[in-house]
C-alpha cells in the first residue's frame, strides 16, 4: 500500500470548517483513499473513501486532486466532539487483509 | 444494539507471562480482524479470520502470537512469552459477510502493558 503523509496536528474553531490534508504521492489507479479517525481510548471509526471523484457523506466530505496525488478531509462545521487523530490510508481494494494507518493528524477542536 | 466487545480493558503483565485477550465481534458479522497500535504508531494489522476459512496469519510478528476463533464468533489472541515490545493497544474489528471492507467496526481495545 502506498504511504501517506499528514501534518502530525491541526486545531479548528468550533463551528468553523475543518480541512485536514493528506499527500499520497505514490498512490497507485486502484488504490482507494480511505479516511478513519481515533477518539481517545476508542476503536477507529470509518469516516469517508473515494477513488477519484469527490465524495460526501453525513460526516464529511472527500475532495481528491485531479492527479490523485493528495487529498482533503472536510469535517463542515467541527464540534467539540470531532476532536480526534484522523488518518488517511490507501488502500487496494482487492489487496490483502491488512489496514495500516500511519501516525494521523491530532485535529484539536477549540471552544 | 451491542458493538465489538473486547476484555479485558488494561491487562499488565511480567515479562514471559503469556496473555489472552478476547474479542466478542457483532453478532452475525464473520468477518474478524486484529490489529495493535504501539505508542505513537499507527495500527498493524495482525490476523483475519473470514466464516470457516483459513486464516490470514500474515501480520503476526513472531510465532507467540496466535489466534483462534471458536463457532465463528469468539476469538482470542494469544500472547506466548511476551516481551516488553509486545505493549500496545490490541484492537478486533468485525465486518458483516458482503459488506465492503471499509465496514469494519473496531472494538475499544485491549491495553497490554508488559512490565
Known amino acids: 500500500d502506498a504511504k501517506t503523509t499528514q501534518p502530525p496536528s491541526m486545531d479548528c474553531a468550533e463551528g468553523r470548517a475543518a480541512n485536514l490534508p493528506c499527500n499520497h504521492s505514490?498512490?497507485?489507479?486502484?488504490?482507494?483513499v480511505y479516511w478513519y479517525r481515533q477518539i481517545h481510548s476508542q476503536g477507529p471509526q470509518y469516516i469517508i473513501h473515494?477513488?477519484?471523484n469527490n465524495e460526501t457523506n453525513e460526516m464529511a466530505s472527500l475532495i481528491i486532486t485531479e492527479d490523485r496525488k493528495s487529498s482533503t478531509l472536510i469535517l463542515p462545521h467541527a464540534t467539540l466532539r470531532d476532536t480526534a487523530v484522523y488518518y488517511c490510508?490507501?488502500?487496494?481494494?482487492?489487496?490483502?487483509?491488512?489496514?495500516?494507518f500511519g501516525t494521523g493528524t491530532r485535529l484539536t477542536v477549540i471552544p | 444494539g451491542a458493538g465489538v466487545s473486547q476484555s479485558p480493558s488494561n491487562k499488565v503483565t511480567e515479562k514471559g507471562k503469556d496473555v489472552e485477550l478476547r474479542c466478542d465481534p457483532i453478532?452475525?458479522?464473520?468477518?474478524l480482524y486484529w490489529y495493535r497500535q504501539s505508542l505513537g504508531q499507527g495500527l498493524e494489522f495482525l490476523i483475519y479470520?473470514?466464516?470457516?476459512?483459513?486464516?490470514?496469519k500474515s501480520g503476526l510478528p513472531s510465532d507467540r502470537f496466535s489466534a483462534e476463533r471458536t463457532g465463528g464468533s469468539v476469538s482470542t489472541l494469544t500472547i506466548q512469552r511476551t516481551q516488553q515490545e509486545d505493549s500496545a493497544v490490541y484492537l478486533c474489528?468485525?465486518?458483516?459477510?458482503?459488506?465492503?471492507?471499509?465496514?469494519?467496526?473496531f472494538g475499544p481495545g485491549t491495553r497490554l502493558t508488559v512490565l
Open positions: 479470520f473470514q466464516g470457516n476459512s483459513a486464516p490470514d
Open positions: 473515494g477513488l477519484k
Open positions: 505514490t498512490i497507485s489507479g486502484n488504490e482507494y
Open positions: 490510508i490507501v488502500r487496494d481494494q482487492t489487496g490483502a487483509n491488512n489496514l495500516f
Open positions: 474489528a468485525s465486518r458483516r459477510q458482503g459488506a465492503r471492507f471499509s465496514e469494519q467496526f
Open positions: 453478532s452475525g458479522h464473520t468477518a
